[in-house]
């Protein structure tokens, strides 16, 4: 057989193997999943998310926060994700219905983020993080997204939004830090992180 | 200081610390592949434009054996 025609074939049969084990199959295992709706009270898990939550999403997926955080809850046994009060329970493939694409990650740079929004509910302290992690967790190896806030001066009493920042991190006097519209969509898509529900599969302790 | 990551008493922060001296690694690792791949891509250029040997007989990648055999008698 020629040389070109084995090559081919080699590269056929390793590509649809793949797309045999990572789609296919996935695609039997899990594309049918519904949310699941309680009876009791009608709500239905996951719930979904708003559409500025939608948007920082985006924001999220375009600055790269994925190559260090990670949205995934590891099962107790051996892993000591719980046990950081990462999160109240497993994630599980339901979890991630509506998230296209969905941002498991696979690094853990930074914390995992699968339940920021309880771990951490104030808007103004991931403003302040995102703005000068340092400040918030010293020797912090996370950027300073600083592109996603304006520096301005301040007008009349100052916006209400502003940061509030400390020595070297502080603009100049008579300027104030306010974020952009994406600093806003992202904070709004980090409180959105939640996965403290009950799924049939993957139940809270607490029920 | 060396604790294993699964250890729920081994604070973030420590591992944020203990991963620093890995991070300049790779930023060390990055910067040499980095020039590695501009080394290639300019020979690779060099190759396509046959500018790559004095007898400019082109790429001899997936050239047949005899003919290679030819080019370098």
């Not at chain 1, 892993?79 to 509506?98: H, K, L, N």
């Not at chain 1, 952009?180 to 049939?200: E, F, G, I, M």
């Amino acid at each position: 057989m020629n040389k070109l025609t084995t090559l081919f074939c080699g590269f056929l049969f390793t590509f649809v193997l793949a797309w045999i084990g990572l789609v296919l199959v996935p695609q039997f295992q899990f594309g049918q999943l519904q949310p699941f709706v309680n009876e009791d009270t009608g709500e239905s898990f996951p719930p979904m998310r708003s559409g500025l939550a939608e948007t920082g999403k985006q924001v999220y997926q375009a600055n790269g926060c994925i190559y260090c955080h990670s949205q995934q809850i590891r099962p107790e046994h051996q892993t000591a994700d719980m046990a950081r009060g990462w999160g109240a329970r497993r994630s599980v493939a339901r979890d991630y219905i509506y998230d296209r694409p969905h941002l498991l990650g696979t690094m853990r740079t930074g914390p995992d983020l699968s339940n920021a929004g309880v771990r951490l509910s104030n808007e103004a302290w991931h403003h302040e993080h995102l703005y000068a992690p340092q400040s918030k967790s010293a020797g912090s190896t996370m950027p300073p997204f600083r592109y996603l806030y304006k520096v301005q001066k301040i007008q009349g009493a100052g916006s209400p939004d502003a940061l509030k920042l400390e020595a070297d991190d502080a603009p100049p006097e008579g300027y104030e830090v306010v974020p952009t519209p994406d600093a806003r969509a992202l904070v709004a898509y980090l409180l959105s992180l939640n996965q403290n529900y009950s799924l049939p599969e993957a139940k809270l302790s607490t029920e | 200081m060396l604790q294993h990551p699964e250890n729920p008493t081994n604070t973030f922060s420590n591992i944020v610390e203990a991963t620093k001296p890995w991070l300049r690694g790779r930023t060390i690792s990055g910067v040499l592949i980095l020039v590695g791949h501009l080394a290639f891509a300019y020979h690779f250029v060099l190759m396509l434009l046959k500018f790559g040997r004095a007898d400019g007989v082109g790429p001899t990648l997936l050239a047949k054996p005899e003919s290679a055999a030819e080019a370098s008698s």
